[in-house]
Structures are given as C-alpha cells and as structure tokens.
C-alpha cells in the first residue's frame, strides 16, 4: 500500500519563528488533507489540497502532486500551534492513510 | 451542531470482556470511519462504512466488528478485549465521494484493556 513519510518528526519553535512541515507519499493520491491534534488530543482539519497552493492565515499548503510531496507552511508561530500535524492521503475510493505525524512544541 | 459524537470517552476493560463504542453524526455525511491511534504513530484505520448499508474493512480489522445502524450511527464492537487493543479510538465522517473526503473527527474514546 502507499507509504506516508512526515518530517521532520519533532519540532521546537520559539514563538514567533517561521516552519515547514513535509509530507512525502510513495504513490499517486487522489486526495491529500492536513490535520492538526491539539495537546487534548482533538483533530481539526487545516486543508483538503490534492493540488496547488491554499492558504488560511498564518497556514498555508502546498502540493506537488507530481513530484509526491505537501509542504505546510507555519508563520509567526504562536503558543496554541503546539501538538501533532499530521498528513494524510488517499487514492482514490474510502481509505484515508496518515503518516505518523510531526510533534511541534512552539515556547513562549 | 454537535458534529460527530463518540460515547464513551474512556473505558477499562479486563482481557477477554466485550463492549461497544458509539458514534453518531448530525451532519447528514454518507460515509463514516473507525480509527485507532496508538502512542507515536498516526491514526490507522480499522473499518469503514461509504454509505448507509456497507460496510468495509481497514487497515487493522482484526478483533473488531461494525455495524452502520442507520445514516446517522455507526458503532465499533471488541467481542473479547485483548491487552493490544489498548489505544485512543476516533469515529470520523465525510461527506463521501470523489473530492468529498474531508473527514470531521470526534473527539475519541481512550480504552484501556488490562
């Protein structure tokens, strides 16, 4: 099945500072969606991005579908951005697969 | 709205009893999905449902059963607890399709088997 790789897999920030999260994936995805879990372990949906570029705030996304990567974009960090990103795809028909994530800690 | 309810959030368990953990969703999603998360790894997928009467298997579906009981809830059951099936369980929906796969997450079950 499709591998899902995130890097890198720990991340410490101060706050304020800039970050970019990979995700690489080792087949053709029809979808590709980023996550973040807070530290009270709740998952919220940051973007649904197959293809392209997306931004929302200080996030934004990019895929390149082609070459089998996502990059998410962190500016300005803040304290609340801590938890686990996590990338996730899928190819086509029900099946979501998520890559083990990326543990971000932003200090204050 | 509630988005998607999990019942219960934690649970103990001894090796070998039986239970069932309840989700429901109000957002009117055709598809919807069981999850387990496990210490340092990302979310794994146990079963599905794409529509109201299927159901289908995941990555993971040993030891689990579902049943989709109508659109709204689909329910996970562990027929007799092992100590592996210790994990954080999360329910999800989308709306289901091609391109209509953004999931919305409960917030999960934590269940802990001894």
Redesign the interface.
């Known amino acids: 099945g499709i591998q899902v790789e995130q890097s890198p897999p720990d991340l410490i920030l101060q706050e304020g500072a800039n970050s970019t999260l990979r995700c690489n994936f080792s087949d053709s995805v029809n979808n590709l969606q980023w996550f973040h879990q807070n530290p009270w372990g709740q998952l919220i949906n940051l973007f649904y991005i197959p293809s392209g570029t997306k931004q929302n705030g200080r996030l934004s996304a990019t895929t390149v579908a082609t070459e089998r990567y996502s990059l998410l974009y962190i500016s300005s960090s803040q304290t609340t951005d801590s938890g686990v990103y996590f990338c996730a795809v899928d190819t086509g028909g029900f099946k979501t697969i998520f890559g083990a994530g990326t543990r971000l800690f932003v200090k204050a | 709205n509630a988005g998607v309810t999990q019942t219960p959030k934690f649970q103990v368990l001894k090796t070998g009893q039986s239970m069932t953990l309840q989700c429901a969703q109000d957002m009117n999603h055709n ?1 919807m ?1 069981w ?1 387990r998360q496990d210490p ?6 146990i079963y ?1 449902s ?1 529509s109201e009467g299927t159901t ?1 298997k ?2 993971v579906p040993n030891g689990y059963n579902v049943s989709r009981l109508n659109k709204r809830e689909f329910s996970l059951r562990l027929e007799s607890a092992a100590p592996s099936q210790t994990s ?1 369980y ?1 329910c999800a929906s989308s709306e ?1 399709g ?2 209509a ?5 409960g ?2 079950s934590r269940l802990t088997v001894l």
């Open positions: 598809s999905y999850y340092g790894m990302g979310l794994r997928l599905y794409a289908d995941g990555e954080v999360f289901g091609p391109g796969n953004v999931l919305t997450f917030a999960g």
